[in-house]
């Protein structure tokens, strides 16, 4: 981390040295030129951005993206709400984020459509989905003769 904002700063430096300054800045805030307490001041205003930026950046890079469910986890997902049995968020949780593998993708963004309070014809279209799920995990675990 801390090279990156070495590189970060002498980036900065190096812009400011090789383009015109503004007129009404004498020189950048953090270079070699400068006192140390002028350099010392322009750390201590770029550490927090910097900072931050990362605090914001972290969340998309933990969790933004297709997740990686697989047929099995998806199938859970389809029992537990045909049954009844899934925790208050779990199926917000499933119809919320993007799941990587295509067919997968394609049963969930269906089964996001169904309206909820579920009703019957709610557990046949949630009953033919997870049949479709049982479809894939058969491909998946069939060995090859």
């Known amino acids: 981390m801390f090279n990156l904002v070495r590189k970060v700063t002498l980036e900065i430096l190096l812009y400011f040295r090789n ?36 605090v914001i950046a972290l ?11 697989t047929a099995t986890e998806v199938a859970e997902y389809l029992h537990d709400m045909i049954e009844g049995t899934g925790g208050a968020y779990d199926w917000d949780d499933f119809t919320s984020v ?7 993708e394609s049963i969930r963004a269906r089964a996001s459509q169904i309206e909820l309070p579920i009703d019957v014809e709610g557990i ?4 033919i989905l997870l049949s479709e799920v049982e479809e894939i995990m058969e491909i998946i675990v069939t060995p090859y003769d």
């Open 59 to 69: 969340p998309f890079a933990l969790f933004g993206g297709p997740s990686k469910l």
């Open 98 to 104: 993007e799941i990587a593998d295509p067919q997968l």
């Open 19 to 54: 383009n015109r300054v503004p007129s009404g800045m004498r020189r950048a805030l953090i270079d070699p030129e400068n006192s140390f307490l002028r350099n010392a001041i322009g750390y201590i205003l770029f550490f927090p951005i910097v900072i931050m930026g990362m």
């Open 124 to 127: 046949n279209k949630l009953c």
